[in-house]
């Protein structure tokens, strides 16, 4: 799982060996942890998302969520 820095090197590890997606985001919609499988399920790198708002990375998201 690709990350911003102060995530446990653990976290990452266990992350990328799970089947299915992870992403974490904060009360302001900023991501912080995009896995692997996000990555080829979303077509969007890490780099591309890691430290955006998940509403500017993804703008066909409805923000009612």
């Not at 690709?2 to 904060?26: E, F, V």
């Not at 009360?27 to 509403?55: C, T, Y």
């Amino acid at each position: 799982m690709t990350q911003t820095p102060g995530h446990p090197d653990l976290l990452s590890s266990a992350a990328s060996q799970i089947g299915a997606g992870i992403i974490i985001i904060d009360r302001q919609f900023m991501i912080h942890a995009w896995n692997h499988f996000m990555e080829i399920h979303s077509g969007k790198p890490a780099r591309d998302v890691l430290g955006r708002n998940l509403f500017e990375a993804f703008p066909e998201l409805p923000r009612a969520w």
